[in-house]
């Protein structure tokens, strides 16, 4: 018998160290199972689709247009009955909510919603809830309207603003952080607003980073967006654009071969949406997302953490991963703000912190977006992280590890 060698050895250690990082993803994939995502319901999905386009009488090709899916957005309480079939309880319930705060859904995303209703993250996104009308916050808890130097334009940051160019969007989600602009009526912004917007970016050089947003950007015609998009590639400062949308997710039909046609002209573009739980990344999230890519554009997410939505260790980590998979990278997760009529959301930062140290380490760091808490009155946006120094000495730091072991790193001074 051969002697063991120091190689042997170190492929023991190796292998051992394997067998634990196993035991690691271990129950992470014992639950996973139990975490569905839009990929694997396409057969409900349809079923639930036939069954909407027969109560609107419409036709397939109506439900793949995005005009058709926005002038039928579902915003009648008997409507809605009859199309998830709720009690009359639930009915009036929604009738009630809907006095004081708008709601709206597009077909598409109604036909997401499972059978297992009460529990279904989409019908618990869009779907008025008698909570609304209580619990506190205020409308603008961040001030926005405080840090608007031009029409259209929030800014909060040296060198990058927003321009808001609707109000509209393809839904009202429920836990809209915007709630006080959306008004009665859909409202794109004029054409002369946003004209004074870009010549405020124009006479600003220090402004290289604009951000399209509203409502939802990408609900600006083809045409307008060229306009904005082709404004903005003449001033010379502005290095990048990026377009603020959540139509891969709610309205995956506006990204037609037409409006990708405009998008590929403006490079650099980024794209930042936001899904918020893996149901919601289905094989029609997938070809937008699919098409956005191939016009060039860098997709990002924007979650929001949700209560009994997305705030667990394991439905975070398989969203990113979901995402990954349909080359979106994500971005931020965001705390949610203190906007009234949101109360029912909000969860701990406690939580939020520990969202982000299950996924550091345990799975891609491509899949580890930064998790934001926004300050109050505006004063921007702080990134929080799980506290990984333990010490700091003169040229000594001790760090803990994602696994909890404590190192000492040197310091150069
Ligand atoms: C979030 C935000 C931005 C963009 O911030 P990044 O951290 O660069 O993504 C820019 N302006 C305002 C007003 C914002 O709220």
Same mark, same amino acid.
């Given at each position: ?7 042997d ?32 319901r ?37 409507? $809605?009955? %009859? ?6 309880? /639930?009915? !009036? =319930? *929604?009738?009630?909510?809907?006095? &004081? ?32 009308l ?37 839904m ?27 010549e ?28 904005? $998009?082709? %404004? ?6 502005? /290095?990048? !654009? =990026? *377009?603020?949308?959540r139509v891969? &997710? ?23 949406t ?7 990344v ?26 009994g939505?997305n ?22 997760i ?38 934001i ?11 929080l ?7 700091v ?21």
């Amino acid at each position: 018998m051969r002697e063991r060698s120091a190689s042997d050895d170190t492929r023991l250690r190796a292998l051992a160290r394997a067998a634990e990082l196993k035991m690691d993803v271990d129950s992470y994939l014992k639950n996973r199972a139990e975490i569905p995502t839009g990929m694997s319901r396409q057969v409900e999905v349809e079923a639930r689709k036939r069954e909407i386009l027969r109560i609107l009488k419409a036709s397939e090709q109506d439900w793949d247009d995005w005009k058709w899916q926005v002038r039928n957005r579902v915003k009648d309480a008997g409507l $809605l009955a %009859e199309i998830l079939e709720l009690s009359t309880t /639930e009915r !009036k =319930r *929604i009738e009630k909510v809907g006095e &004081v705060y708008r709601w709206a859904v597009s077909p598409y995303y109604l036909s997401l919603i499972g059978d297992d209703r009460e529990n279904s993250p989409i019908y618990k996104q869009s779907v008025p809830d008698m909570r609304e009308l209580y619990g506190g916050g205020s409308l603008d808890p961040m001030n926005e309207a405080l840090t608007s130097p031009a029409p259209c334009i929030t800014r909060r940051y040296p060198d990058r603003l927003i321009i808001n160019v609707t109000n509209q969007c393809a839904m009202f989600c429920r836990h809209c952080q915007r709630r006080r602009n959306i008004g009665e009526i859909d409202r794109h912004a004029c054409r002369d607003d946003i004209r004074q917007a870009l010549e405020y970016v124009a006479g600003n050089p220090e402004i290289r980073d604009v951000l399209i947003t509203g409502g939802d950007a990408l609900l600006l015609s083809d045409q307008m967006l060229d306009w904005i $998009l082709s %404004e903005l590639d003449n001033i010379p400062h502005v /290095e990048i !654009k =990026r *377009i603020g949308t959540r139509v891969p &997710v709610t309205l995956p039909q506006r990204v037609t071969p037409a409006l990708c046609d405009v998008l590929r002209k403006h490079p650099p573009l980024y794209i930042n949406t936001q899904f918020n739980h893996p149901l919601e990344v289905t094989p029609w999230a997938k070809k937008a997302c699919d098409r956005l890519v191939e016009a060039g554009a860098v997709l990002g997410n924007q979650a929001v953490l949700l209560r009994g939505i997305n705030d667990c260790p394991d439905v975070m980590k398989r969203l990113n991963q979901e995402l990954l998979r349909i080359r979106v990278r994500p971005y931020y997760i965001f705390h949610p703000k203190t906007v009234k009529g949101t109360s029912h959301w909000w969860t701990s930062i406690h939580r939020g912190l520990e969202i982000m140290e299950a996924l550091r380490g345990h799975t891609s760091g491509l899949a580890v977006p930064t998790y934001i808490v926004n300050a109050p009155g505006g004063l921007g946006k702080i990134p929080l992280m799980p506290q990984y120094i333990v010490n700091v000495r003169p040229g000594k730091f001790t760090l803990r590890t994602w696994e909890g072991k404590i190192v000492e790193v040197e310091e150069a001074i």
